[in-house]
């Protein structure tokens, strides 16, 4: 991305743009984009004609996490589940190289850096420790948990990393690591199914993240349908979102 595109808050400012430059990135995300999409493709032909044992994939969601990219900055995490491709090549925290590499659960850490071929595909991490057993710089780069497989599980990791947060913003105590957080101005991105969201897991977290007031952000991808049954045989109205709105907080309240 151009460096003229971002300001010090790293949000890229489309207005400021050159034409060049915005083409550069339109280019650039549309690439992104078709390549996860082929991945996506591949990968399930691959399964299907036994070269591969498993397969799960993001494709259809590559617009939406191109765009939920454009937010995520250094010193961010991610907690999130397995459609989540196109998120992690547009961030850099994972290529098309690794994505294959697990898919084969190649046994090495660096083909296959998430887990070295031990976890199922599409389950994403970064690595936080060096080879010589010192912390990363975790300011100093995007950050993502390592996925679970319990469809809802990672829900209060998600919400301990943005409460992490929140304890660093406020304990000024904590102000020596340097290497954890950005003075406590990181957020925690997670992402879930809608089918995942009637899970207790799901609202129990949420409902803490309102009560403690953390930095979560939390992206539904709702496809109307999960595992085996439509969304009216497992959401009430339907709709996450329309639930949800419940959870808002009225202006000048605490509740």
């Known amino acids: 991305m ?8 790293g949000r890229l400012h489309t207005a400021e743009l050159s034409f ?3 083409k550069k990135i339109v280019i650039n ?6 390549e996860s999409r082929q991945a996506s493709l591949i990968g399930r032909r691959e399964v299907l004609t036994g070269k591969a044992k498993f397969g799960i994939f993001g494709d259809g969601k590559e617009v939406a996490q191109l765009a939920m990219a454009k937010v995520f900055k250094k010193g961010d995490w991610r907690a999130g589940y397995y459609r989540d491709q196109t998120f992690m090549f547009a961030t850099g925290m994972s290529n098309l190289f690794e994505f294959f590499a697990q898919l084969y659960a190649y046994p090495d850490v660096q083909k296959d850096p998430a887990s070295a071929g031990r976890q199922m595909n599409c389950h994403y991490a970064t690595r936080f420790v060096n080879p010589d057993g010192s912390w990363t710089n975790q300011v100093e780069t995007m950050n993502c948990a390592a996925d679970i497989s319990t469809t809802g599980g990672h829900m209060p990791r998600l919400l301990g990393l943005a409460y992490a947060s929140k304890l660093y913003r406020q304990n000024r105590e904590l102000d020596y690591l340097k290497k954890f957080s950005v003075s406590g ?32 952000a939390i992206s539904v991808w709702d496809d109307e349908y999960a595992i085996s049954v439509p969304a009216s045989l497992q959401t009430t ?19």
């Open 20 to 22: 060049d430059d915005f």
């Open 2 to 9: 151009p460096e003229a595109a971002l300001h010090e808050d």
């Open 185 to 216: 101005n990181e957020v925690a991105f997670g992402t879930i199914g809608n089918g995942s969201t009637s899970e207790g897991l799901f609202f129990e977290a949420l409902n803490a993240a309102g009560v403690l007031q953390v930095p979560m």
């Open 237 to 255: 109205k339907e709709d996450i979102s329309e639930i949800l709105k419940g959870f808002q907080r009225e202006p000048d309240t605490t509740s």
């Open 29 to 34: 995300d549309y690439r992104i984009g078709y």
